[in-house]
T-cell receptor, first 117, second 116 residues
Framework: DAGVIQSPRHEVTEMGQEVTLRCKPISGHNSLFWYRQTMMRGLELLIY????????DSGMPEDRFSAKMPNASFSTLKIQPSEPRDSAVYFCASTQDRGLFGNQPQHFGDGTRLSIL | AQKITQTQPGMFVQEKEAVTLDCTYD???????LFWYKQPSSGEMIFLIY??????QNATEGRYSLNFQKARKSANLVISASQLGDSAMYFC?????????????FGQGTTLQVKP
């Protein structure tokens, strides 16, 4: 079975440019999560969707960040304009939530390593 | 307040020995789940093991087992017979029952180094 697919794997761009990260969750999963990982701040949850609807975006650092999930098989995380402090590894994860006693783990993509110069 | 606490930033273990990675959690929800993930230097996040709050027995998966002490709110990961490939960062995470979206709360992680 295909896992969570993220693209690109690496992105290097100059400050001020728009960056778009893409994620295809595992088919059948109904929840999707975007994380950011840095040495200083560890693993941070940015935003998550359930049945394509954004549930909690309180982790989004500022208005420069936006995320969409137009359908069950695709999500994007956009940074505009990008800044050097946005440099990090961005992970997408998905899971099939099964209610109160759900024991399904989140499955992570391989991440996008973003460098803003 | 921290909901998941991993107090050991770094650990060393000799190859073939067992090691315990600590995790304590805080929740008022009677229904919750605890997960452990491994992140090797290559960066991917790998799910290792799950423990439910109502599970009567400690979870085991191969060389991984979970020392679940509900009254102490701890869910320590035990790796038996350590191998060089176990060198990685390990994350403990919790899913609260009131969450119906699969959201996990992660700890800060513990870096494990296995010495030959």
């Amino acid at each position: 079975d295909a896992g969570v697919i993220q693209s690109p794997r690496h992105e290097v761009t100059e400050m001020g440019q728009e960056v778009t990260l893409r994620c295809k969750p595992i088919s059948g999963h109904n929840s999707l999560f975007w994380y950011r990982q840095t040495m200083m701040r560890g693993l941070e949850l940015l935003i998550y969707f359930n049945n394509n609807v954004p549930i909690d975006d309180s982790g989004m650092p500022e208005d420069r960040f936006s995320a969409k999930m137009p359908n069950a098989s695709f999500s994007t995380l956009k940074i505009q304009p990008s800044e050097p402090r946005d440099s990090a590894v961005y992970f997408c994860a998905s899971t099939q939530d099964r209610g109160l006693f759900g024991n399904q783990p989140q499955h992570f993509g391989d991440g996008t390593r973003l460098s803003i110069l | 307040a921290q909901k998941i606490t991993q107090t050991q930033p770094g650990m060393f273990v000799q190859e073939k020995e067992a090691v315990t990675l600590d995790c304590t959690y805080d929740t008022s929800d009677p229904s919750y789940g605890l997960f452990w993930y491994k992140q090797p230097s290559s960066g991917e996040m790998i799910f290792l093991i799950y423990q439910g709050s109502y599970d009567q027995q400690n979870a085991t998966e191969g060389r991984y087992s979970l020392n679940f002490q509900k009254a102490r709110k701890s869910a320590n990961l035990v790796i038996s017979a350590s191998q060089l490939g176990d060198s990685a960062m390990y994350f403990c995470a919790m899913r609260e029952g009131r969450s119906n979206t699969g959201k996990l709360i992660f700890g800060q992680g513990t870096t494990l180094q296995v010495k030959p």
